[in-house]
């Protein structure tokens, strides 16, 4: 499965954005989709993630209670709703998908482009 990351734009502190990743191919039951962000001189880290069949979902502390990952199987995509958005938040955010329910960067593969997401202060 090809995955492209979209959505991504310039917006101020506390807005909202709603980032998504269309998926050209199968989303199979057992995949996990994950949400990445790589912030300018840092590593990759993860930020949501949410097991396709079931939708249990998972978060970064430092986005919980802002950001909700959800799905539209209709679509083969999954979207990643930003609320409350801070400058910490600018970063190119990436999706991958996942056969481990889990955090870890290295589990994950097919890996899109990201999109840029730049909060102003």
């Known amino acids: 499965v090809q995955l492209q990351a979209s959505g991504g734009g310039v917006v101020q502190a506390g807005d909202s954005l709603r980032l998504s990743c269309a998926a050209s191919?199968?989303?199979?039951?057992?995949?996990?989709m994950g949400w990445f962000r790589r912030a300018p001189g840092k590593d990759r880290e993860f930020v949501a993630a949410?097991?396709?069949?079931?939708?249990?979902?998972m978060y970064a502390d430092s986005v919980r209670g802002r950001f909700t990952v959800s799905k539209d199987s209709a679509k083969n995509t999954v979207y990643l709703q930003m609320n409350s958005v801070k400058p910490e938040d600018t970063a190119v955010y990436y999706c991958?998908?996942?056969?481990?329910?889990?955090?870890?960067?290295?589990?994950?593969?097919?890996w899109g482009q990201g999109t840029q997401v730049t909060v102003s202060s």
């Open positions: 191919g199968r989303i199979y039951s057992s995949y996990i």
């Open positions: 949410m097991r396709w069949s079931n939708t249990r979902t």
């Open positions: 991958a998908a996942s056969i481990q329910f889990t955090m870890q960067t290295s589990e994950y593969f097919n």
